[in-house]
């Protein structure tokens, strides 16, 4: 068969992905302090947006809307406020009265509900314009190295010894431990190893105690010492943490030579130590988590959704800039390419960020719906449920509503959670194969078990198992075993034996 070319026609579907429509879906999964981030760089690089928040005259997108229940239909929702919108406009536009938000008139919270505004005002923003947070004003805790530099000087004459000390600083990790040898590092520096074992030694004594220790026993083993508690008993359970952590007190009694009350003397006095000497001075700062989405009970036993508003970022297009530089003359046609291309960008921006927002809403809004009984009774209602249940009922795709939940907070009156908190594996029900239970809730459950033991009926594994069955809810003895464990909840012959000589103690 003659081979030859042919020309023909195909009609054909493909996705293609835009650079605009990848960053569209990067944005949805960003957080934010990723997405304020990203704007800043946005507003720099473009001339036509600006923050929301900034003085002047720019686009306003119509038709705000910022509130929502769990049992309306698919919200409206808009994020871009004109500076020159008054109170009374925003009253209207949002069917709300800002003056009466927290008045006497508001509905009295739940008896049985966590303190909302307690969590909402210790985060950045949530107290208004006339909150003070007290935290902010507290003086930054001092620092590791600085401390001991200070101590160094009256500790060690010898400035040869002083500049060994001073060295031998860089090798602690942020828990205070030596991560160092003394051998590479008197190679390093050209001295004898037994100068530096010998201000290493004398390093130990400085506070916080514990500090320069190679290991968690010779932290504690310090700190015993500098308390004078180091005796041999003492010094035998430091060397037996293992048998400690499994709480293995027979073989702890005959180590240490001591009777029970003496054996739970001693391991409350350690207790009592530092495992991380470092940990009272600074580090790396730790961020407060922002919710994204507040939800707060009405007078009428609905929920009120909200987006929150120091999460949302407010970006504008600068309308009359634009008309003013294009009425300019002598402009270049590259100028106006330029112009034409900021353009094009800064409506995509604004289009992505309001989709951004209505799909957050969206997703929120389903979970609360599905969610109803954890919000109002607690984790022991809390129903299995996973990706597609959501994305079907909003009719999205699943990887829409897996980027929508990474990274984003809700707040409830149950506290703070983060929306992938709400999605837990099925649990079969004991008689019927339809009735299921959520994975979260029956390790609340199997916790809340093992919490009301007393000394002289600790569940088993088994016994465990037996309870849930009862309750409606089939498992096997392996699986609650898993879920104590990962609870980091002890066997029942430990906890037994932990009990017993706390009732001891208590009786005598």
């Not at 504690?220 to 035998?236: K, S, T």
């Not at 992505?352 to 809004?365: E, F, H, N, P």
């Not at 088994?462 to 409606?472: M, R, S, Y």
Request: hydrophobic letters at 40%; glycine letters at 6%.
């Amino acid at each position: 068969m003659a081979l030859g070319a042919k020309l023909f026609l195909k009609q054909s579907q493909s996705l293609v992905m835009t650079p605009q429509l990848m960053q569209s879906i990067q944005l949805l999964q960003m957080p934010h302090a990723e997405l304020t981030a990203f704007i800043a760089q946005e507003v720099e690089k473009n001339p036509l947006l600006e923050m929301g928040g900034e003085e002047g005259h720019a686009e306003e997108k119509p038709e705000p809307a910022e509130l929502a229940t769990h049992e309306s239909g698919e919200p409206a929702s808009d994020w871009y406020r004109e500076d020159r919108q008054t109170s009374e406009s925003l009253k209207e536009s949002l069917d709300s009265n800002y003056d009466s938000a927290f008045t006497e008139d508001a509905p009295a919270p739940r008896p049985d509900a966590p303190e909302l505004m307690s969590q909402w005002k210790s985060m950045p923003g949530g107290g208004g314009d006339d909150h003070v947070d007290l935290d902010e004003f507290v003086a930054s805790r001092p620092c590791l190295r600085g401390h001991l530099t200070d101590q160094i000087a009256l500790t060690f004459r010898d400035a040869r010894a002083q500049a060994i000390a001073r060295h031998l600083i860089d090798y602690l990790d942020d828990a205070g431990y030596f991560r160092g040898e003394p051998y590479e590092i008197a190679g390093n520096i050209g001295i004898d190893v037994d100068d530096v074992t010998h201000v290493l030694e004398r390093l130990k004594s400085l506070d916080p105690p514990g500090v320069f220790a190679r290991s968690l026993a010779d932290c504690m083993r310090e700190q015993l010492r500098q308390r004078g508690r180091l005796d041999p008993a003492m010094e035998a359970l430091v060397d037996n943490l293992d048998l400690a952590a499994r709480r293995d007190f027979q073989k702890l009694r005959r180590i240490c030579g001591v009777d029970d009350d003496d054996l739970l003397d001693m391991m409350t006095e350690l207790r009592r130590l530092n495992p991380k000497p470092a940990s009272a001075f600074s580090s790396d700062p730790t961020e407060s988590v922002l919710p994204d989405v507040i939800v707060t009970a009405r007078p009428g036993g609905d929920w009120q959704i909200e987006l929150n508003s120091d999460t949302l970022p407010r970006v504008l297009v600068n309308r009359p800039y634009l008309a003013e530089v294009k009425a300019s003359r002598g402009m270049s046609e590259a100028d106006q390419t330029f112009l034409n291309t900021c353009l094009q960008n800064a409506n995509w921006l604004t289009r992505s960020l309001d989709q951004r927002a209505r799909t957050i809403m969206k997703v929120a809004g389903e979970i609360v719906r599905l969610q109803d009984g954890f919000l109002r009774h607690g984790v022991d209602h809390l129903r299995p449920l996973n990706l597609r249940t959501v994305a079907d009922a909003i009719k999205m795709h699943e990887s829409t509503v897996s980027r929508v939940t990474s990274n984003k907070y809700i707040l409830t009156p149950r506290g703070l959670f983060e929306l992938r908190y709400f999605f837990t594996v099925s649990i079969a029900g004991a008689d019927d194969e339809a009735a299921s239970h959520s994975a979260e809730a029956v390790r609340h459950r199997i916790k809340r078990l093992i919490d009301d033991e007393t000394p002289a009926a600790v569940l088993s594994d088994d016994d465990i198992a037996a309870v849930l069955k009862e309750d409606g809810i089939t498992l096997a003895r392996r699986t609650v075993a898993k879920y104590r464990e990962a609870m980091n909840i002890p066997s029942s012959v430990q906890r037994r034996r932990e009990k017993r000589a706390l009732a001891r103690v208590a009786a005598g």
